[in-house]
């Protein structure tokens, strides 16, 4: 459980220090926090996020990117060499794969992230055979309200203490890194039929039970959530994927309502998040207002959120060339039925970070909460092909004084190509045994700079809350070894651990009859969930032998039975008695007189 450590961090500190062994992190030594600065609400509700240092000067963190064709990628010496570019059609349309989900309105609000967000995982559920077109409809109001009112006031849960607390969820803003952190802690996604959102009238929303936080009877949770890197990369997951998202600047006067084609040259701030679903390299120009027209062919198609009657159906195209398109983003999800509990200390996602020079290691500390297998971590990562390495160790000792004083179960490396949110799943699972202390180390491996996002008070919107012995950091760059989190004057890490229940199945037996299949039913005792059903097959009647045949004068039948040993079903089989009966014998001398008879006849006539 977290508590606000706000009035007592210095008695934590003091304790920290005395019981764990670890001395206090000289202030010269301690990192500067750099900050993800929000830069306003767009009208539609898109938030934009810039980076900036501790002066307030905007970092280029996430590396220049452009989604735009570049030069080098139709010149003739590419076209023979880019083999990335040449699998790649010059049109694509996910609706073609029967993949994209109904065009939504959002109304009054501004939730376009929500709705933009909430159309890729639906996407990527029917891709993967998770769900299907007709039933994938996940809720932006269940989404909205527990993202923009983050903060629980369930004392029990670990993240308590972590998030923020808006007063009208339906109108505050959010991207696709405030999604994805509010997704990674498992809030949603739910069925849109038990949260339905209502566009026109806001106040009808909202005020849900606390319970339904984690309500994902969608039956998906999220797997990754990456910044695309460059146009191929974006058509690339579109095609894998179904759709990705981006975010850019609408201004009515660019929009061609006649040819549902948009195109901005200015630099105005973000303001609407879409989803994209398909492009076209050879979209005519021409579609463009012919006071402000793009450079060259080729557009995006996307999906928006005002209803089926604006635009094409809802959909609209935007050039290739438009200025103001940032934050390309992807999203997806894996089945939330093959996973148990999600540990975290993080209730909402990052806005802060610290810079360090060469390979660094983060780690969280946590107590299982019961019989369960470890598969699978995550993380955050800000630069493009970042390889870390994943620890985990099992039984740490009473009073450890570092997340590497077990025992190591796992070792597994791995190189992540997009920033973003990235779910790490394991081959080998790892059991794990109520009460057992494990902690997941994750190093950042480089040798030049890299940025690590951690939770810090202070820095941004959210409030975050830390408990001692909990998060560990070693920066090699600032001081060498473990040292809790809290010494550095921040709080949690980014690292979570997520298992599947080692069940413990108690069968159920419906026992076969003779005519009918029964059935076996293994239901684990410790989460409930039917692991298997296996169909008991009928092996019919087990007849005793037929008996001799008994004459029934009544029916002038001859009556053989037999009886089902186990059930006493009986059969029973006849043969007609017939009093007027003849001999063989008697049949072939009538035959033989009326032979020769006819015979006698011919010659003597």
Known sequence: MKKFVSLVTAAVLWVTVAFSGMSVVPSSTIPEILTVQADGNGEYGYVDYSFVDGDGNELDIFGEKSYKPQQSEISLFSFFTKNNSLSLPAAFDSRDNNCVTPVKQQGLSGNCWAFSTMSMLESDAILNDIDDLTTADYSEAHFSWFTSKSLTDNTDDPTYGDGFNFDSPFEVGGNWMIAAGSLARWTGAAEDADYPFSPMDLSSMGNYDESSRYDRGSGVIIKSAEEL??????????????????????????????????????????????????????????????????????????????????????????SYYDTSIEQFAGFSVRPADDYYRNYTYNGAGWESYISHNGSAQLANVFTAKGPELLNSVSTYTMSPDQEITVKIYKNLPSGYTGPEKGTLALEYSTVLRRPGYHTIEFDNKIELEKGTVFSVVIEYVSDGIIYIPLESNGRGTNAYACNACESYANLPAYNAGWYDVLLYGVENVFIQAFTECNHNTQPLIHEPTCTENGYEINICSLCGKTVSENIIYSSGHNFSEWSDYVHDFETDKEISSRECLNCGHTEERTVYYVRNTITINDLIDMLYEMITGFLRNIFLN
């Open 229 to 318: 890197l460059d146009m191929n990369d974006a058509k690339q997951w579109i095609m894998d994927h179904g759709s990705a998202t981006l975010a850019f600047y609408f201004g009515d006067e660019y929009y061609n309502s006649s040819s549902c084609a948009y195109f901005y040259n200015g630099t105005n701030t973000l303001n609407h998040e879409i989803t994209v679903v398909g492009w076209d390299d050879n979209y005519s120009l021409f579609n463009f207002n012919a006071d402000c027209r793009p450079e060259a062919n080729g557009a995006w198609l996307c999906k928006n959120s005002w209803g089926v009657n604006w635009g094409d159906d809802g959909y609209f195209w935007i």
